[in-house]
């Protein structure tokens, strides 16, 4: 069996990324890189192919925990799985996803949970969604100290308000309120933010428009960077996926195969064979021998 590392593995020649960092990549029109991992094997996979940031979304309620949607999730929960992927990450800037009702109730409780997500969770920085209403919430968290990410478009916490997972942005007037809701969340101090399934045109035109540098999902190519959620671009979660989505593994078809040949190895006496097993010296099985008469 391989070994791992219990500490992030170093990479000497590429620093820490930072915001200031992305925000440069923008000016240069580098696209910037974005992934998310909720484990400790993935954080470290996602670090040494150089991903620039590494989110720890709640959409791991659906993928990894099961949930029909990312409303149960808990604070605890995400900050379980910010911790593992801290363990993994040494060089991407990791952003912790806010659960649902951690920065809804009032302005001083998000303040503390998102400051939960640096001090015990590891994070650099945090994301949440909504547009106008939540300046209040992001001006608050900024203030701290702490970066944040914001989400607009798609925000898959307010799912039962949209009816589904189902695109936004395509009337006049609602992309005129995105439009309108991504200036809003730049002006109180967003340093970075997710457009997520909205039109192409509308996701080139927010980006054009902000300083700060745009990550979509579902949003064409004309964001500054672009995220997915890994277990889809893996093909491990099928249960359901976007449109958007473009599969390069087919983890889940693996996964099987490899379980289905451990359980025939080990029900036609294949497995384990000679060399999985430990050897004892001759000499102890002897003295053993005659212990136990
Ligand atoms: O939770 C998540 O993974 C997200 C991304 C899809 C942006 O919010």
């Known amino acids: 069996m391989s070994t791992v590392s219990p500490v992030p593995i170093s990479t000497p020649e590429r620093k820490k990324v930072t915001v200031p960092a992305l925000r440069k990549k ?4 580098e696209p910037i890189t974005m992934l998310t991992a909720y484990d400790y094997p993935t954080a470290l996979a996602l670090d040494a192919a150089g991903l620039d940031i590494i989110l720890v979304g709640d959409s791991l309620g659906m993928v990894v925990l099961g949930y029909p949607t ?5 604070m605890e929960e995400m900050l379980h799985h910010c911790r593992a992927v801290a363990r993994g990450a040494s060089n991407s800037l990791l952003v912790g996803d806010m659960p649902f009702m951690s920065y809804q ?10 400051g939960r997500f640096l001090q015990e969770g590891g994070m650099d920085a945090v994301k949440l969604e909504g547009g106008r209403d939540r300046l209040e919430a992001v001006r608050a968290i900024v203030g701290a100290g702490i970066p944040v990410m914001g989400h607009i478009g ?4 307010s799912v039962n308000q949209f009816g589904g997972f189902r695109p936004q942005g395509r009337t006049a007037a609602a992309a005129t309120r995105l439009l309108e809701d991504a200036r809003l969340l730049e002006e109180a101090g967003c340093t970075s933010l997710v457009l ?10 927010i980006t054009n428009r902000l ?26 979660f099928e249960r359901f996926t976007p449109h958007f989505v473009k599969k390069y ?13 451990y359980k025939d190895e080990v029900e036609g006496g294949v497995f384990p064979a000679a060399e999985h097993e430990v050897e004892m010296p001759d000499e102890e099985w002897e003295l053993l021998l005659k212990a136990a008469g």
């Open 26 to 29: 923008k000016a240069r029109r």
């Open 196 to 205: 997520e399934s909205v039109p192409a045109r509308l996701a080139s035109l």
């Open 154 to 157: 798609l925000t898959p916490q």
């Open 211 to 236: 300083e700060i540098p745009t990550i979509g999902i579902g949003a064409g190519g004309g964001c500054d960077g672009q995220v997915l959620v890994t277990h889809d671009l893996l093909g491990l």
């Open 105 to 114: 109730v009032s302005v001083p409780e998000a303040v503390r949970n998102a």
């Open 70 to 74: 990312t409303l149960p999730v808990t």
């Open 249 to 261: 593994a087919d983890f889940h078809g693996e996964m099987l195969r490899a379980v289905r040949e």
